[in-house]
């Protein structure tokens, strides 16, 4: 043959459309019987849904403990849910597109549901998956009693049926876990709120019941409040622990400056916050109110809390309100504690700042000696007359004695009152 014949041939061979395989249209054709087969099963089943039904019921109540309860709780309603639920799965496999939407909500309404009602989610999901299977075991057993040849073809439509399970599994577990969410969240700011109102002194009587279940405290007992501030925005879990160390019953309440702890102090001793390397850290203010009788007074203990963390040194510290009640009575009428601070001192106020904060320091660390002016001086790095210089020159100004009690008294006071009050 001629090569340019040759060559044309090949072409006209390469151009031509190469025959198709008859296996796509074996392939159409099986799924086409295998379609028919699942209908008139799944028909089958429709009509038979009570009894399928009372088998998926019957089925949870023997392997599933929490739906045994929900069955003992709700007969009826349970049964009409899993009617409900099978009704859809059988008419999705009759009409998968037009049922779907129905299908889809009917799960997520049930998922929904039992996660307000507190059924486990495995339960849950294990009912579903027992429903797929007894789904699949009906549509096999109507196939190998009516037309047994037939069971075959069920194979080319198993993986349809059983991801639609999976499908609504899923949509089950996404309602169920959405839900709690919305109740985890509702429950904390239940929990916020009651906390709140017990700290504010605005509990009403009927919400103390409630208060002391969802805190796990009892309405009556012995409480304290211990406040914290500083050394972290809101406290910190350190300076909590430090706080109350003893792994007493706490509930803690964040607030924006300041941390609360309700403490159940029961005939114990009020909570020693700890210091040192084990303590909260540095600049954190620690308030330990003092006791009050039931969950209604804790307002009050809460606003004893305060006045002990007012007391704290502005660089950190504790205060145990019951050893610093001088300093709790002056805080607690400012306006009282300021007009003393003047009566008092005024004079010597009215010094030369050097002169004025030599003398005060001077008398306050006189007090906290005890009246030693020998330790008073150790501490002042002076001698002990210069101590009693100074000391002699501040009864002067002041017109107080330092050797009459009542006019140490007013002393103290006054200078209390001027470290922890403005102005």
């Known amino acids: 043959m001629h090569p340019a014949v040759r060559s044309r041939t090949a072409i006209r061979l390469e151009a031509a459309p190469a025959p198709q395989p008859r296996t796509r249209r074996v392939r159409s054709l099986i799924d086409a019987d295998a379609l028919r087969v699942l209908h008139r099963a799944a028909r089958v089943l429709l009509d038979d849904l009570p009894e399928l039904t009372d088998r998926l019921l019957a089925v949870l109540q023997e392997q599933e403990p929490a739906y045994r309860t929900a069955v003992e709780n709700d007969t009826v309603g349970t049964w009409q849910e899993v009617h409900r639920s099978l009704r859809h799965s059988v008419t999705s496999l009759l009409d998968p597109r037009g049922a779907r939407d129905a299908a889809r909500r009917c799960s997520w309404k049930i998922g929904a549901t039992r996660a307000e009602q507190g059924l486990p989610l495995d339960a849950l999901l294990h009912a579903f998956r027992l429903g797929g299977s007894l789904v699949w075991q009906g549509l096999v057993e109507e196939i190998s009693r009516t037309a047994p040849e037939d069971v075959r073809l069920l194979v080319h439509v198993a993986a349809d049926v059983w991801n639609f399970v999976d499908e609504h599994c899923t949509l089950v577990a996404d309602a169920y876990r959405q839900v709690e969410r919305q109740l985890a969240w509702r429950r904390e700011n239940r929990v916020r709120l009651l906390t709140a109102a017990l700290l504010d002194g605005t509990s009403r009587i009927v919400d103390l019941t409630e208060a002391a279940e969802v805190l796990d405290l009892p309405e009556q007992g012995r409480y304290v409040v211990v406040a914290i501030a500083g ?69 009050d203990a809460r606003r004893l809390a305060d006045t002990a963390l007012s007391i704290c040194p502005e660089d950190g510290g504790t205060v145990v309100l019951t050893e610093h009640l001088p300093a709790a009575l002056v805080v607690s009428r400012p306006e009282l504690g300021n007009a003393l601070a003047v009566r008092v001192l005024g004079p010597l106020l009215a010094l030369e700042p050097a002169d004025r904060e030599v003398l005060l320091d001077t008398l306050a660390m006189w007090l906290t000696c005890d009246g030693s002016a020998q330790r008073a001086g150790e501490r002042l790095y002076c001698h002990r007359n210069t101590v009693l210089n100074r000391l002699r020159r501040c009864e002067q100004l002041t017109g107080r004695s330092l050797a009459r009690p009542t006019d140490v008294v007013e002393i103290s006071l006054a200078l209390t009152a001027r470290r922890l009050l403005p102005g």
């Open 231 to 299: 050394g972290h925005p809101t406290g910190g879990a350190g300076a909590r622990a430090a706080a109350v160390p003893d792994g007493g019953r706490v509930h803690w309440h964040t607030g924006g400056e300041v941390d609360y702890g309700i403490v159940l102090v029961g005939d114990g001793d009020l909570p020693r916050p700890e210091s040192g390397p084990a303590g909260p850290a540095a600049g954190t203010r620690i308030g330990v109110g003092t006791v009050v009788e039931g969950l209604a007074a804790v307002g």
